[in-house]
């Protein structure tokens, strides 16, 4: 058997039906295997970089192993940051590379480079991965195979990538005698005891608490315990502040849904966090987009419980000044089934006057308030709004970065049965497009992309692949007419000098309706609020790729936001408590404005 037919093989075994692959010299046999192999094909995205991330949101979706192929040197470092998405997420994907011949490798020459396009990727990439390889043996692949893949899905999950030497691939092999990796299992009942007593200690926390939030944070999904998150809360009625990583977790609770907090959060989020007297965040690695800086004056005065599988994320609190009182090393998955067959067995109040005050903030500083409606102009929060409005009930809904993706995570109201994501960590411009490429092979089902004019022509080339496959997806082109995210930095801290971020500092876009229509791509326009509806239903209801340019104007900003560099809270004394009902500002939050400007 050929080594690049049990590659092939092995990918089925594990249930993956689609691998995302650019064809190069040295990845060719690996590819020509997957073409000739039985319930498995490859999708050709342009760019290897689209490719990556077209894996790992086949990934997210799929709740499997994502897998993309490219071949060595440039191929291969064009993996990097879809990579970086994956490893910052901790989204299970296998990354195989395709290497020069064993007898071109430059060895301990001293030389840059023997073989054609010879890159040392596994050296590159061991830092963004949980395990990298080098095949140099063909007796070692399935060893190798298999313990790159326990260890994408085990723990927290990640990223791997495997590098196989293009004569390697072309080897004849025996299936049988290959070695097998042999996982060491771990006896989860050791940590159970201590376990128990931290979920004890933590209803203990809840019963005395009158001002309780909760974190929901994506490593619940990663543990398969949405279902268990979403019990919880039918058992007990408890703020729950997600994170970007979440938002689609509290569809099927509304009343629970309080909004997103952090440095682009909603005002009454960051408020309901911030007027704690406890908080307990579940699968969150709350970094400091969520937090603020320094983390000292996060939930300045709350009980802290933190939970999560990756020691050094919680370790990371005493190093950085971040006081909490329970720190939990456990997959979310167990904590809460305990937690919620402990909390079955109290009584609990319903916080209504902590849930009167949420309420009391959340119509104050409405993200979106009626006066925008009546605005001529397309106005981000009012389309946002509205598209959480007519969006589908099971639609999957893939943002990019910037504006985009602060406005979306601000207005929109989540229904039962969404999938929403976005590269969260990495947050490259350019991802949603190949990730809604990614979502799409991964359901069969359509797909909404929301990205920014920047973000569209990081990875422009795959309108052909969309187009190549008739792909259902909407493209909402969020056009700000330049890097609004960056602009609104540069008038904060450089006096609104806006070198390299608009079209008088450098920025050229093309026309996008008429781009996706060179595609033979439909394409749309929406520049006023009043064609919103129109437009969306119209776009809903095909069944083919579509292009609507959202023609924003480039004023348009994200408000709320935190400065970069400023605390979500300032320097003053925290409020007595019988003052709490009264007078609590977060001046940070620029809580002086009813809503958006």
């Not at 943002?399 to 229904?415: L, N, S």
């Not at 809270?569 to 009813?594: H, N």
């Amino acid at each position: 058997m050929k080594l690049s037919d049990y590659v092939a093989q092995f990918l089925v075994e594990q249930k993956v039906k689609h691998v995302f692959a650019v064809a190069g010299g040295a990845c060719l046999h690996l590819i020509d295997s997957i073409a000739e192999t039985e319930g498995i094909e490859y999708i050709c995205p342009h760019h290897e970089q689209a490719g990556a991330m077209a894996a790992e949101a086949y990934a997210r979706i799929s709740n499997n192993l994502g897998v993309a192929i490219a071949t060595s040197g440039p191929g291969a470092t064009n993996l990097i940051t879809g990579i970086c998405c994956a490893y910052y997420d901790s989204i299970p994907v296998l990354y195989i590379s395709g290497q020069v011949s064993t007898f071109r490798f430059r060895g301990t020459t001293g030389v840059r480079q023997l073989g054609f396009q010879e890159t040392d990727i596994v050296e590159m990439c061991k830092s963004i991965t949980k395990y990298a390889v080098l095949v140099s043996d063909p007796k070692r692949i399935r060893y190798e195979l298999e313990k790159a893949v326990h260890l994408a899905k085990t723990g927290r999950p990640g990223p791997v990538l495997v590098d196989i030497p293009d004569n390697l691939q072309r080897e004849d092999i025996d299936p049988d005698k290959l070695e097998a990796f042999k996982p060491e299992i771990k006896d989860r009942n050791k940590s159970l005891p201590i376990l128990k007593e931290q979920v004890a200690r933590t209803i203990e926390l809840l019963k005395a608490a009158s001002r309780p939030v909760v974190v929901y944070g994506l490593g619940i999904r990663l543990a398969n315990a949405v279902h268990l998150a979403a019990e919880l809360l039918n058992e007990i009625n408890l703020p729950v502040t997600p994170t970007w990583g979440a938002v689609d977790m509290l569809g099927a609770h509304p009343k629970n849904f309080v909004g997103t907090f952090g440095i682009h959060g909603t005002r009454y989020g960051n408020f309901a966090i911030q007027n704690a007297d406890l908080v307990i965040s579940i699968g969150s690695r709350l970094d400091t987009h969520e937090t603020g800086s320094p983390l000292s004056t996060f939930a300045r005065e709350a009980k802290k419980v933190v939970v999560d599988i990756d020691p050094a994320e919680l370790g990371k609190f005493e190093v950085f000044g971040m006081p909490t009182d329970l720190l939990i090393e456990a997959d979310a998955n167990d904590f809460l089934s305990l937690l919620v067959a402990g909390i079955k067995k109290e009584t609990f109040g319903d916080y209504k006057d902590w849930w009167l005050k949420i309420r009391s903030w959340q119509d104050k500083f409405s993200i979106c308030p009626p006066q925008l409606f009546t605005k001529k102009m397309l106005d981000p929060y009012v389309f946002m709004k509205r598209m959480s409005q007519l969006a589908g009930d099971t639609e999957t809904i893939v943002i990019d970065t910037g504006c985009a993706v602060a406005w979306f995570m601000q207005a929109f109201e989540p229904k039962p049965g969404q999938r929403i994501f976005s590269d969260l960590n990495n947050t490259a411009m350019g991802y949603a497009l190949p990730a809604a490429i990614g979502a799409y092979f991964a359901s069969g089902k359509p797909v909404t992309c929301i990205i920014g004019d920047g973000g569209l022509m990081m990875n422009v080339q795959e309108l052909s692949t969309i187009a190549k496959h008739n792909i259902p997806i909407k493209i909402f082109v969020v056009n700000n007419h330049g890097y609004s995210m960056i602009q609104q930095t540069q008038e904060q801290w450089l006096g609104g000098r806006l070198h390299a971020s608009s079209d008088q500092g450098g920025l050229a876009f093309p026309n996008f309706v008429e781009l996706a229509e060179a595609h033979g791509i439909k394409g749309l326009r929406i520049s006023t609020n009043a064609e919103i509806d129109e437009n969306f239903k119209t776009v809903f209801a095909l069944n083919a790729p579509v292009l609507i340019d959202v023609d924003i104007e480039s004023t348009e900003r994200v408000i709320p936001q935190c400065k970069y560099g400023r605390p979500i809270e300032d320097s003053e004394p925290l409020i007595k408590r019988a003052d709490f009902f009264e007078a609590m500002i977060v001046k940070a939050m620029d809580a002086s404005s009813d809503g958006p400007a």
